[in-house]
């Protein structure tokens, strides 16, 4: 085991984020933490602890852990979360926990895809769409239905009136083109590429023969699901 605290480092970031995962052993299911360090380009799994609750204590416990075995307690400088009330709660929340038990102030970098999620959700809730489940029922029933649709029956949005009054020309041709331009980029995530097409055939300016993808995770947690499956219904 690499022994940082004789090491060069002198700040680590450490990253965490729950998970619920099939289990090693049966049909169950586990939630666990991988927590990573992060430091001058340097990035290392300390472990993958499971969980006998997701609560700030649990996260802060196991954590905290993990960093008195790699010997890197007096090395923490940032943390990069989520921004859910068990990371960021005032009084439980696993960040204010792991500056009481290290005894000091720490950097927030808190996850900025979640800033995309409140703008999308916003828009939802303008036609009072319901959010305060896991998921939406729409989604849900939309996820369901998929191998009964026919998927090579479809119109672009572009053709509803009201979108296309929206929407000037200029302001169509631009958005086409960033698609265009973004499409062939290396993406982090499979359905960034996913919107991006989605956006060519909701404009109309496809020229590969369409296809759909089935309909994966639907959660808040994956933001980007609410704007590609409203495109597509």
Not at 15 to 44: C, F, M, Q, Y
Not at 87 to 102: A, K, N, P, W
Not at 134 to 142: E, V
């Amino acid at each position: 085991m690499t022994d940082f605290k004789n090491s060069n480092i002198n700040q680590i970031t450490v990253h965490w984020d729950g998970k619920i995962l099939p289990s090693i052993t049966g049909n169950a299911k586990v939630d666990r933490l991988p927590v990573v360090i992060t430091t001058d380009g340097i990035e290392h799994l300390l472990g993958v602890p499971a969980l006998s609750a997701g609560t700030g204590k649990e996260q802060t416990d196991a954590i905290l852990e993990l960093l008195k075995e790699w010997n890197l307690t007096e090395k923490v400088e940032a943390l990069c979360f989520d921004t859910t009330a068990t990371d960021t709660g005032r009084l439980q929340g696993t960040c204010i926990l792991l500056e009481q038990h290290l005894n000091r102030e720490l950097l927030y970098l808190p996850c900025h895809h979640y800033i995309y999620e409140l703008l999308l959700k916003s828009a939802f809730a303008k036609y009072d769409l319901k959010l305060s489940g896991p998921s939406l029922d729409i989604f849900q029933r939309f996820k369901k239905n998929w191998p009964k649709i026919n998927q090579q029956k479809f119109v672009s949005g572009i053709v509803d009136k009201k979108i296309n009054l929206a929407l000037n020309k200029a302001e169509q041709d631009q958005l086409a083109q960033f698609a265009h331009n973004y499409i062939t980029k290396q993406h982090p995530r499979a359905d960034y590429k996913e919107l991006l097409e989605l956006s060519h055939i909701f404009l109309g300016r496809n020229t590969e023969p369409v296809r759909f993808k089935s309909p994966g995770a639907m959660h808040h947690a994956r933001w980007m699901a609410k704007a590609i499956y409203m495109y597509i219904q």
